[in-house]
């Protein structure tokens, strides 16, 4: 693997602009080669040749001159940024050591099993001041740990930063060495960057292992085994366990398959028969008894089915989602705050996407197959929703527990709102929640249907008041304005958490609009029979639910565009319409995303058309609507994270911002001298600078030996902090290129080359070095 690509992969995304820009450098060096002079001919940059020079060495010298400068400029960027960020290391070191003393000076006080804590009841915080002063006067135990596993997540990315970039920079610089044939790189590199602050500080190492002590005997009662595996950091892309590849293969064999026979049959079948008794009197006072049947009504069978349907449509576009997001360095853990140590990854949420996918699928084509079956297909329904509600709300720790216990969470503060402050998780799930308003619409059919139409006692056939069906039920609008409601309502919640009026009211104002709609079109809906069908003029309703739909769809695009992706702002010079910082690779998608989601906003009006004309039953024109929404969603969803992302990218946040207690002893920022003593002067560094060891791989992989003999049960951990087990920082594929000639050259082994080649270590080796670095 090539060290550019390995740099590319193993970065931390938030500080992407902050890393060694190996790949302009690389550029800048093959720019080199093309425009040397070549038999005498100059380039314009050549302007004054001195008597008895050479014309190629001088274009070198001044090429030289140049790219160490540009060398240097790069060089002071990553000490400056290393200098801020462990200067912030160290103070949230600092409150967080304060924090744990404190823990442990009242830990007997405020211990749960204390008869003073417990005589404090649950609802204490609504009702005694003190008693809540009391109570969350210091950091339960879980929360600790869970601010120092956080906190530890954040040194070991800092020094993979520390180590990428000297990599880097000792990779360049040879490079620069072999191409140009001299060793001025070398010497630039022994004289600047083996002396640079961001390199023979060692600051990090000492908070890392402080942290790692601490944390065993404090937290974790002695045993470093539970406390490494608690403090573990995962690589960045961490692959699958081949079980989900298989369960994600089959399920989604199986779903394809199915899905192709339930075309089919839907086809060539067609809907499952009622059966039922009709007793006939004639003049003579006989009856007669007459056995009958007829199609079931199509129309139940589409809203029992298509609320399952949008939710199992909405897990597939998800896991595209998650994939899109880790393929473009989009750091959605970090976003919505989830455990970077334990998440489903997109090949776990499809995996269950399509195992639902089979369920559904199961389920419509026993409901086809019922009569031949002898089973009521009214039931089908039934366990199919009690099969999907049952995974997602059973409390054991199976199938995907923790995620489902986020999940649960964040559901319950959604509709709680506006009871509870408002993260990005709470409202983006909301807003996943406005594209499903048809799903909820169909929950309350279906709890309709089977209270009030299916003759469960009498059999037969279900009854045709169309009392359910009905689209002037007064529920049906409140059920369809809740998911608006639950935005409106965290808008107001964040306004009141901020004071900020823009952007948090307009948004509520936004979420508003909405609510008329939905109104004026069920005012439609129930009066329309009081108007001509045939004369829209005399429906003075539909005109007013059209100007409502129109204000609130383009007042919807605008905040997509605006607001959610960040476009539009004026200041883009390259992309008009768009922004400065795009993550994606191409511009087109951008684009592309504009239109349809300008497209699909206004769907609706092709939805009043075809209605009004009787082109399409309604049923089957909401499906394709409620399918084309969750498809917009899906590509909101990319731009939306994308913001966010380059938001954390503007203020370098790479990890979850876990508070220390309020309570808690504070302290003064660290001290300013820590930004001097990391980033001297000249003389200063001269003085300062350590000897660097002959190999730091094998320096650490020597102390990886010690340590595993010590505490064996840390041999398998995995930090981000050292590179890939598969990847040799000292074996390139350009290197691989090289001529007879470089070949020749490395054969003199000096102690650069000793330095590099030290690293023939197996992958037993590889894990022992990351183990310290752990």
């Keep these: ?204 190492d000492n908070i890392i292992l402080e942290t790692e002590n601490l944390v065993t005997a404090e937290l974790e009662g002695g045993d470093r085994g539970k406390a490494m595996r608690r403090l ?24 394809m398959v199915l899905l192709v026979v339930l075309i089919l049959t839907g086809v060539f079948i067609g809907y499952p028969y009622n059966e039922y008794t009709r007793v006939n009197a004639s003049d003579n006072d006989t009856r007669t008894v007459t056995f009958e049947r007829e199609r079931t009504d199509w129309r139940i069978a589409v809203r029992l089915y298509r609320g399952p349907f949008l939710i199992i449509l909405s897990l597939f576009l998800m896991a595209f989602n998650v994939h899109g997001w880790r393929s473009a360095g989009v750091n959605h853990v970090l976003i919505f705050e989830i455990d970077p140590r334990n998440h489903l990854s997109q090949h776990h949420i499809m995996e269950l996407a399509a195992c639902m996918g089979v369920f559904w699928c199961v389920s419509l084509l026993l409901f086809f197959y019922s009569d031949f079956l002898g089973i009521s297909h009214y039931a089908i329904p039934v366990i199919l929703a009690g099969m999907m509600l049952v995974f997602f709300l059973n409390p054991f720790h199976i199938l995907f527990y923790d995620a489902r216990k986020w999940l649960v969470r964040i559901v319950f503060r959604i ?16 807003d996943q929640f406005t594209s499903l308003s048809p799903a909820f619409l169909d929950i309350e059919y279906f709890i309709c249907f089977y209270a009030f139409e299916v003759p469960w006692l009498s059999g037969g056939i279900p009854s045709h008041s169309n009392r359910c069906m009905s689209n002037s039920n007064a529920i049906r609008p409140i059920l369809a304005a809740l998911p608006a409601w639950f935005r409106f ?42 108007y001509s069908e045939d004369l829209i003029a005399e429906r003075p309703v539909f005109y007013i639910w059209i100007v409502s739909a129109i204000v609130s769809s383009c007042f919807s695009f605008w905040w997509d565009l605006r607001m959610d992706w960040g476009f539009a702002n004026g200041r883009a010079k390259d992309h008009p319409l768009l922004r400065d910082s795009l993550v994606y690779s191409s511009v087109w998608y951008y684009y592309f995303a504009i239109i349809q989601d300008l497209v699909l906003r206004f769907a609706w009006t092709v939805s009043i058309s075809v209605d009004e004309l009787g082109l399409l039953h309604h049923e089957i024109l909401l499906s394709v609507l409620a399918t084309a929404e969750l498809f917009r969603r899906f590509v909101w969803n990319f731009f939306r994270l ?133």
């Excluded at 193993?10 to 080199?32: A, C, G, N």
């Excluded at 009702?127 to 740990?145: E, Y």
């Excluded at 573990?232 to 779903?255: H, K, Q, T």
């Design 415 to 430: 509709i709680s709102a506006p009871m509870f402050a408002v993260g990005f998780a709470d409202f983006w799930l909301a």
């Design 489 to 530: 309502a965290q808008c107001l919640r964040r306004y009141r958490d901020s004071k900020l009026a823009y952007p948090h009211l307009v948004n509520a104002a936004k979420y508003s609009t909405t609510f008329f709609v939905i109104l004026f079109s069920a005012l439609n809906s129930m009066h329309v029979e009081k």
């Design 642 to 774: 994308e913001n966010e992302h380059l938001n954390n990218c503007g203020e370098f946040r790479a990890v979850r911002n876990i508070t220390v207690s309020p309570n808690a002893p504070t302290r003064k920022a660290a001290d300013p001298s820590v930004l001097v003593k990391i980033l001297p002067d000249e003389e200063d560094a001269a003085r300062s600078t350590r000897k660097v060891p002959h190999s730091i791989w094998k320096e650490a992989s020597e102390d990886a030996m010690r340590r595993d003999e010590e505490h064996p049960a840390n041999a398998e951990l995995f930090p981000i902090a050292m590179p890939d087990p598969t990847y040799n920082p000292d074996e390139d594929d350009d290197d691989k290129k090289n001529s007879d000639d470089d070949d020749k050259a490395e054969s003199e082994k000096s102690f650069e080359d000793e330095e590099e080649d030290i690293v023939a270590l197996d992958n037993q080796a590889i894990r022992d070095v990351l183990e310290v670095s752990g």
């Design 232 to 255: 573990r950091v995962p690589p960045l892309n961490e692959p699958a366990s081949p079980s989900v590849f298989f369960l994600m293969g089959l399920f989604l064999g199986m779903f």
């Design 1 to 204: 693997m090539k060290f550019g690509e390995h740099l590319t992969t193993h970065v931390t995304p938030e500080w992407r602009t902050q890393y060694i820009h190996y790949d302009e450098m690389k550029e800048q060096l093959r720019s080199f080669l093309s425009h040397t002079p070549k038999e005498g001919n100059l380039l314009p940059e050549v302007h004054h040749l001195e008597d008895g020079v050479d014309p190629t060495e001088q274009y070198q010298a001044a090429f030289e001159e140049e790219f160490f400068q540009y060398c240097n400029t790069e060089l002071v960027r990553v000490n400056t940024f290393f200098a801020e960020k462990l200067a912030e290391a160290q103070r949230k070191f600092i409150a967080l050591k304060a924090e744990l003393k404190a823990y442990i000076a009242h830990k007997d006080q405020f211990d749960p099993g204390n008869k003073k804590y417990s005589k404090i009841p649950w609802f204490a915080d609504l009702v005694d001041k003190n008693a809540r002063k009391q109570k969350r006067g210091f950091r339960k135990m879980h929360d600790l740990k869970l601010a120092f596993s956080e906190f530890y997540l954040s040194v070991i990315l800092l020094q993979n930063f520390q180590n990428l970039n000297f990599t880097g920079f000792r990779k360049i610089l040879k490079k620069h060495d072999k191409l140009l044939n001299t060793d001025r790189g070398k010497i630039w590199r022994q004289e600047n960057v083996d002396k640079a602050p961001f390199y023979v500080n060692k600051d990090i």
